[in-house]
């Protein structure tokens, strides 16, 4: 049962809503048998009591009541007769306002009954379906990024940083003002001895602040017995740390009034409420992107980063833990299971992942320890087994790579006084002890299992959210860094970086029982690069376990803006369940592909002609001219005014941005019959010129011997016949790319597409909602926009052979969606498919095409765009396993 099922049903529930009937519809709703609903219905036991009762053993145990609602089902939460069924939901109603309770996420609903339809989502298990839910931001987080971004902000109007050097003493400057303000409010130093001493032994113009913090720094750095004789008290009061963090002599800001003021706020927060994965949200909040170093700060919030952690490994854990919640044996081994595990972030930036890894796993050791002596005749007294050893990862950036291995230390010591809360015992705090297997290394460049080596017996999790650039975007460096990690790996120059990572994973983990989970950008999923890269990574006996589908990942960092991201596992093949995450919704899947489709592993190759019985579709024609064949409206209005015999030898020139954009352009479209004439004319004479020494100059040969027709286009592609034009670019926001018809009279140029001769209901296929499902999932996308090509966007999709009687009715709505344009003539087609403005007679003539496309695969309407692609794979798959192409 799909999402749109159930919320369809529900609306047909309120609709004809019935109270004797009510919890049984509801059932019904959400899939449940009828014979079980039947069963219910006719059963003494489970139909409604005369208290108003129903139970369904694992599923739900509802009532009916009058009044007291909430003081009911607060009672019925802990009562036997209940939690003896375990059912997954309470339900108390009085069929005005119903309430409901989650027993295993704990999340409660409160809503008039007749409401429900907007709440489809809370009562997805009862048809098998997980709503995926995650952390929230912690406000403590948030409110320290922004304070200090104001002193950043402060800081910069009375110092300059331009140097590097000048950045990295800032940067060593914040990590230990976060360390300080960390260690007063969690007991490491005296409460608010840091803060206060600023207070009461500085100027409050700030104009000493830089000459006390100095000295305060290396007082941290001088062990209590080395510390000069005449030292003041009040700098005796503060410990000995160590650990490198205050070795280093760095200059310090000037400080004034207000940044002074600032820092004193700043220490009334609440620091023992602040995660120590902050310190990554804090150095990309307060440091400019001009002054930030390549490839560093790769801060990401902690509900992201759990929507790695659970799937990869948390809830596997947590899943064993209620397993083995009865036998103190079962619950040892799992300790010791978790005292053995490697957590292995190789773009760890300033230790995000690693820090949450870390503080999730001392959080169910502790559930762990509490329920061994709860089964045990006497306590434990074990203290944590996990280690910070048991925690590697790679940065290229040693400021970051200092910041990671600090900020696990702060996690170590934030985990300590919590496991002291629970158990009254844990381990000294100073001085500052190896903060984990943090390497400086560029991570494309080393062996991974010289950073994290593999031993018999071993259970490794990699995971991160390495650098992201695309091909384009790639450095120098970069570029150089793909060439090592894919060597011979024909067309790996198309790949973006990120997949440097997926590859070394996919080899770290090869033949073990290791899984891996990485952030990416959609692209390596899409397009060119799923056929450049998965089958060098699928090909290794691994399989996709887990992935999510499109999102936006943002954090608290300051201006923070978010990038749409896919989330995908590895492990070794496995006949393990699959989930697909899709809008916060986890889904049971037979497979992924690298597609992220539920679907056979198939990759989707370019062709050089249609898989299904469609015409042959071609780029426009490529002047490579310098721009000296082209016409803007003024040039060509100048022209054909002061040579009206010129006008012959002018076209229409349209290519992606001009046909969209409604924009004016003209060509000089001369053939070697008409070549004389245009040499006769001084101003075209000159443009042609222009042209041959354009290609002459040239660094390719191909463009050099095309210097010798200068007057002609590069490549020609032009038939004199009317044609459909075809975006190669198109905004990803547009529900449709918008295509249209040409006449002979026009050029299109090679920024789009071409199709010649072409009869009106192939324009139907291109632009319904089928074909555009199939170019977002194999078309990929030019940064922000999607990118549609013929060799694998049209050739490659599978459209069934079709009756003349249903080209005529698609021709029809062809002719509609045309009719509704027209209606709107004064607009752009970029103003007709704003997806904010689309008119509403244009939305719903091309909802009546997307109807009668639909209908030529099945009669059976689909309900999701994933199903879409899961019929379009298939067919595909069918298709070229009888064409012999793939």
Same mark, same amino acid.
Request: net charge negative; glycine share 4%; aromatic share 10%.
């Given at each position: 049962?799909?999402?749109?099922?159930?919320?369809?049903?529900?609306?047909?529930?309120?609709?004809?809503?019935?109270?004797?009937?009510?919890?049984?519809?509801?059932?019904?709703?959400?899939?449940? !048998?009828?014979?079980?609903?039947?069963?219910?219905?006719?059963?003494?036991?489970?139909?409604?009591?005369?208290?108003?009762?129903?139970?369904?053993?694992?599923?739900?145990?509802?009532?009916?009541?009058?009044?007291?609602?909430?003081?009911?089902?607060?009672?019925?939460?802990?009562?036997?007769?209940?939690?003896?069924?375990?059912?997954?939901?309470?339900?108390?109603?009085?069929?005005?306002?119903?309430?409901?309770?989650?027993?295993?996420?704990?999340? #409660?609903?409160?809503?008039?009954?007749? +409401?429900?339809?907007?709440?489809?989502?809370?009562?997805?298990?009862?048809?098998?379906?997980?709503?995926?839910?995650?952390?929230?931001?912690?406000?403590?987080?948030?409110?320290?990024?922004?304070?200090?971004?104001?002193?950043?902000?402060?800081?910069?109007?009375?110092?300059?940083?331009?140097?590097?050097?000048?950045?990295?003493?800032?940067? /060593?400057?914040?990590?230990?003002?976060?360390?300080?303000?960390?260690?007063?409010?969690?007991?490491? @130093?005296?409460?608010?001895? @840091?803060?206060?001493?600023?207070?009461?032994?500085?100027? /409050?113009?700030?104009?000493?602040?830089?000459?006390?913090?100095?000295?305060?720094?290396?007082?941290?750095?001088?062990?209590?017995?080395?510390?000069?004789?005449?030292?003041?008290?009040?700098?005796?009061?503060? !410990?000995?740390?160590?650990? *490198?963090?205050?070795?280093?002599?760095?200059? %310090? !800001?000037?400080?004034?009034?207000?940044?002074?003021?600032?820092?004193?706020?700043?220490?009334?927060?609440?620091?023992?409420?602040? +995660?120590?994965?902050?310190?990554?949200?804090?150095?990309?909040?307060?440091?400019?992107?001009?002054?930030?170093?390549?490839?560093?700060?790769?801060?990401?919030?902690?509900?992201?980063?759990?929507?790695?952690?659970?799937?990869?490994?948390?809830?596997?854990?947590?899943?064993?833990?209620?397993?083995?919640?009865?036998?103190?044996?079962?619950?040892?081994?799992?300790?010791?299971?978790?005292?053995? %595990?490697?957590?292995?972030?190789?773009?760890?930036?300033?230790?995000?992942?690693?820090?949450?890894?870390?503080?999730?796993?001392?959080?169910?050791?502790?559930?762990?320890?509490?329920?061994?002596? *709860?089964?045990?005749?006497?306590?434990?007294?074990?203290?944590?087994?996990?280690?910070?050893?048991?925690?590697? *990862?790679?940065?290229?950036?040693?400021?970051?790579?200092?910041?990671?291995?600090?900020?696990?230390?702060?996690?170590?010591?934030?985990?300590?006084?919590?496991?002291?809360?629970?158990?009254?015992?844990?381990?000294?705090?100073? !001085?500052?002890?190896?903060?984990?297997?943090?390497?400086?290394?560029?991570?494309?460049? &080393?062996?991974?299992?010289?950073?994290?080596?593999?031993?018999?017996?071993?259970?490794?999790?990699?995971?991160?959210?390495?650098?992201?650039?695309?091909?384009?975007?790639?450095?120098?460096?970069?570029?150089?860094?793909?060439?090592?990690?894919?060597?011979?790996?024909?067309?790996?120059?198309?790949?973006?970086? &990120?997949?440097? =990572?997926?590859?070394?994973?996919?080899?770290?983990?090869?033949?073990?029982? @290791?899984?891996?989970?990485?952030?990416?950008?959609?692209?390596?999923?899409?397009?060119?690069?799923? *056929?450049?890269?998965?089958?060098?990574?699928?090909?290794?006996?691994?399989?996709?376990?887990?992935?999510?589908?499109?999102?936006? =990942?943002?954090? +608290?960092?300051?201006?923070?803006?978010? /990038?749409?991201?896919?989330?995908?596992?590895?492990?070794?093949?496995? +006949?393990?369940?699959?989930?697909?995450?899709?809008?916060?919704?986890?889904?049971?899947?037979?497979?992924?592909n690298a597609y992220l489709v539920n679907a056979d592993n198939i990759i989707v190759q370019k062709r050089s002609n249609p898989l299904s019985k469609l015409k042959d579709m071609s780029f426009g024609s490529m002047p490579n001219d310098g721009g000296n064949l082209l016409l803007t409206q003024e040039e060509k209005n100048k022209l054909v005014e002061n040579y009206p015999q010129m006008n012959s030898l002018i076209k229409n020139f349209s290519g992606s941005q001009e046909f969209i954009n409604g924009q004016n352009k003209y060509c000089l479209w001369i053939t070697d019959e008409n070549k004389d004439l245009a040499l006769a004319n001084p101003i075209i004479k000159?443009?042609?010129?222009?042209?041959?020494?354009?290609?002459?100059?040239?660094?390719?040969?191909?463009?050099?011997?095309? #210097?010798?027709?200068?007057?002609? @286009?590069?490549?020609?592609?032009?038939?004199?016949?009317?044609?459909?034009?075809?975006?190669?670019?198109?905004?990803?926001?547009?529900?449709?790319?918008?295509?249209?018809? %040409?006449?002979?009279?026009?050029?299109?140029?090679?920024?789009?597409?071409?199709?010649?001769?072409?009869?009106?209901?192939?324009?139907?296929?291109?632009?319904?909602?089928?074909?555009?499902?199939?170019?977002?999932?194999?078309?990929?996308?030019?940064?922000?926009?999607?990118?549609?090509?013929?060799?694998?966007?049209?050739?490659?999709?599978?459209?069934?052979?079709?009756?003349?009687?249903?080209?005529?009715?698609?021709?029809?709505?062809?002719?509609?969606?045309?009719?509704?344009?027209?209606?709107?003539?004064?607009?752009?087609?970029?103003?007709?498919?704003?997806?904010?403005?689309?008119?509403?007679?244009?939305?719903?003539?091309?909802?009546?095409?997307d109807k009668a496309i639909e209908q030529c695969y099945r009669p059976k309407p689909f309900e999701t765009d994933e199903e879409r692609l899961e019929y379009l794979f298939k067919m595909y798959e069918d298709m070229t396993s009888k064409d012999g192409k793939r």
């Amino acid at each position: 049962m799909t999402i749109i099922e159930i919320e369809n049903n529900l609306n047909i529930l309120v609709a004809n809503f019935d109270k004797e009937s009510f919890i049984f519809d509801l059932l019904l709703a959400h899939g449940s !048998p009828k014979s079980t609903i039947k069963r219910l219905e006719g059963s003494d036991h489970d139909r409604l009591s005369s208290d108003g009762e129903l139970i369904l053993r694992k599923k739900l145990f509802f009532k009916v009541a009058d009044k007291n609602l909430h003081e009911i089902i607060d009672a019925l939460k802990t009562k036997k007769e209940v939690t003896k069924h375990s059912p997954r939901f309470i339900i108390v109603t009085d069929y005005e306002t119903l309430l409901a309770y989650d027993t295993k996420t704990d999340d #409660s609903l409160d809503t008039e009954l007749l +409401n429900i339809t907007n709440h489809y989502d809370f009562f997805l298990p009862l048809a098998g379906m997980e709503k995926a839910t995650f952390q929230d931001e912690n406000p403590a987080d948030v409110k320290a990024s922004l304070k200090m971004a104001k002193l950043f902000d402060e800081l910069q109007k009375n110092n300059h940083f331009e140097t590097k050097e000048d950045i990295h003493s800032l940067n /060593v400057f914040l990590t230990r003002l976060l360390f300080c303000y960390f260690a007063e409010d969690t007991n490491i @130093f005296e409460d608010n001895l @840091f803060t206060s001493s600023i207070s009461s032994h500085t100027q /409050v113009d700030g104009s000493d602040l830089d000459v006390y913090l100095q000295r305060l720094f290396s007082i941290f750095d001088t062990a209590k017995n080395k510390r000069e004789p005449n030292t003041p008290a009040f700098l005796l009061a503060f !410990p000995y740390v160590n650990g *490198g963090l205050f070795a280093l002599h760095v200059k %310090l !800001p000037t400080f004034t009034t207000r940044s002074r003021s600032l820092m004193l706020e700043i220490g009334q927060l609440e620091w023992s409420q602040i +995660n120590p994965d902050i310190f990554g949200s804090m150095i990309q909040a307060v440091v400019r992107d001009d002054l930030e170093d390549d490839n560093t700060k790769h801060y990401t919030s902690v509900p992201n980063i759990l929507k790695i952690l659970n799937p990869l490994f948390l809830d596997e854990l947590y899943s064993e833990f209620e397993k083995s919640y009865e036998s103190k044996t079962k619950l040892k081994a799992l300790h010791v299971r978790l005292s053995k %595990l490697k957590i292995f972030d190789p773009a760890c930036g300033s230790g995000n992942f690693l820090i949450i890894a870390y503080k999730k796993l001392r959080e169910l050791e502790m559930s762990i320890l509490k329920r061994i002596d *709860g089964l045990s005749k006497e306590r434990s007294f074990q203290f944590s087994e996990i280690r910070l050893t048991q925690f590697y *990862g790679i940065e290229y950036n040693d400021f970051a790579h200092e910041v990671a291995m600090l900020s696990l230390w702060l996690a170590e010591h934030q985990m300590n006084l919590e496991f002291y809360k629970a158990f009254g015992r844990t381990n000294p705090s100073l !001085p500052l002890q190896d903060g984990g297997n943090i390497f400086c290394e560029n991570a494309t460049r &080393v062996e991974w299992e010289d950073i994290c080596p593999k031993k018999g017996g071993d259970e490794i999790y990699i995971l991160g959210n390495p650098p992201f650039e695309g091909a384009r975007k790639q450095k120098p460096f970069q570029k150089e860094d793909m060439k090592f990690v894919f060597n011979a790996i024909k067309g790996y120059n198309n790949l973006d970086y &990120v997949t440097c =990572w997926f590859y070394k994973a996919a080899k770290y983990i090869q033949n073990t029982n @290791f899984k891996s989970a990485l952030v990416s950008t959609n692209s390596i999923c899409q397009g060119e690069q799923v *056929g450049i890269l998965w089958p060098h990574i699928l090909d290794k006996n691994l399989e996709i376990d887990f992935a999510y589908h499109s999102f936006k =990942w943002k954090n +608290n960092a300051k201006d923070n803006a978010g /990038v749409t991201v896919i989330i995908v596992g590895l492990r070794n093949i496995s +006949n393990k369940t699959k989930y697909l995450y899709t809008d916060n919704i986890k889904q049971e899947v037979k497979n992924i592909n690298a597609y992220l489709v539920n679907a056979d592993n198939i990759i989707v190759q370019k062709r050089s002609n249609p898989l299904s019985k469609l015409k042959d579709m071609s780029f426009g024609s490529m002047p490579n001219d310098g721009g000296n064949l082209l016409l803007t409206q003024e040039e060509k209005n100048k022209l054909v005014e002061n040579y009206p015999q010129m006008n012959s030898l002018i076209k229409n020139f349209s290519g992606s941005q001009e046909f969209i954009n409604g924009q004016n352009k003209y060509c000089l479209w001369i053939t070697d019959e008409n070549k004389d004439l245009a040499l006769a004319n001084p101003i075209i004479k000159e443009k042609i010129e222009k042209c041959q020494s354009h290609r002459e100059k040239s660094d390719r040969e191909a463009t050099n011997k095309l #210097s010798s027709v200068p007057h002609k @286009f590069a490549e020609i592609r032009f038939k004199n016949s009317d044609s459909i034009i075809v975006p190669a670019t198109s905004s990803e926001r547009r529900e449709y790319i918008p295509s249209g018809f %040409l006449n002979s009279d026009t050029i299109i140029s090679n920024s789009a597409n071409a199709i010649y001769d072409a009869e009106p209901w192939i324009f139907g296929v291109i632009s319904s909602a089928m074909h555009m499902v199939w170019v977002r999932a194999v078309g990929g996308s030019l940064e922000t926009r999607i990118r549609y090509s013929s060799v694998l966007c049209y050739n490659t999709f599978p459209f069934p052979n079709i009756s003349q009687k249903q080209k005529e009715e698609i021709t029809e709505l062809v002719f509609g969606i045309l009719d509704e344009r027209e209606k709107h003539s004064e607009k752009t087609l970029a103003q007709l498919y704003d997806p904010n403005k689309m008119p509403e007679g244009l939305k719903k003539a091309h909802h009546a095409l997307d109807k009668a496309i639909e209908q030529c695969y099945r009669p059976k309407p689909f309900e999701t765009d994933e199903e879409r692609l899961e019929y379009l794979f298939k067919m595909y798959e069918d298709m070229t396993s009888k064409d012999g192409k793939r």
